[in-house]
């Protein structure tokens, strides 16, 4: 007796042992007849150790190229259980690969739920992607990198080429590295061999036997004393100190002009007032008048407030600072009249002030 026909009696107690389960339901089975003689190299199947082998390392497995022959010894052990082909074959996943995660063009067994079973991967192949940094920003593609793709680098990118202050791509600029643009100085105004860069050129200097100083701007004067900043101030160029442009145009006690005294102006002292308009110090200023010649707008022939500071020994209680009479002088001039320094009570009123400050 074959093979097949030892299976088809084997299948007929079987039918016999499921009659009690027919009761409660239905069962289908495939087609029972053969899908050929035995004879026929057709009619082979693979048996439970080929699925086992396929699901375990992918083995092709391989059916009988003949007619069926009867066996020559009896059954050997046990093949692989149905337990142990199940526990090889692949389970729902969800964290299995879908179609956009495989690259285009290649086959894969899907896990996911969704995409179960065999499936070809739709993820683009973008190969070897290369950058060049610019100012925007740029966008990586999506898609499957070789590993061939690069971000081009720059040698050129370090420190001393990089502006004082900027950084680019994490390499902050050199402290050396300064806009000179606003540069204006000469060859001539440079110290002899000193250098210098103006205007993003370098510049060696060629000023000889002496040191170059920058002079006060302003307009001049016709006796070359004083210098008209344009500011509203004046520059005394013999004391250095600067007067304000607008002259006594303000009186008061010395308690209420205190409030003219703001950013940095204070009262001259007697010696400063003395010395800015003294006969004796500048002759040229007795024979300019600094009225009509714009250098100062106004200046009074009446009393100037100064901050020397008067005390009286039988009354120590009284606060009292020296004041001077200023007036006029042949040619239009002002000066001191020393005959006319006057100490006065600082709550005395009708006492005109002239704000000055130190230069810095």
Known sequence: MSKFHNMQRNLAFLA?????VLLVGILTAGDLNPPAPPTDPTSAMYNLADLYNRLNAGTPGAKR????????AAPGSTMHTLNEIMNKAPAVDALGATADQVLAGKKYWGLNLSQWGAQSGTMSNIGAQQIIPGAATQTINQGYHDGTGAVSGDASLVGANIKSGATIFGVAGNANVVDTSTGNALESQI?????AWVNGQLVTGRLSGGTYVASTTGIWSAGGRWCNRGDGTVVDTYSGLIWDQQGTVSSGSFYTVQALCTDHWRLPTLGELETAVSMWQAPEYVTTNLRTQGIFANITTNWVWTSTRIIYPSAPHLVA?????????DGGGVYPNLNNTMPQLATYTGIFVWRVRSAW
């Open 16 to 20: 016999a042992a499921l009659i009690p």
């Open 65 to 72: 190229t003949g007619a069926f022959t009867e066996p020559v």
């Open 191 to 195: 110290a002899a061999g000193a250098k």
């Open 321 to 329: 600072y020296q004041t001077v009479k200023l007036d006029t002088h």
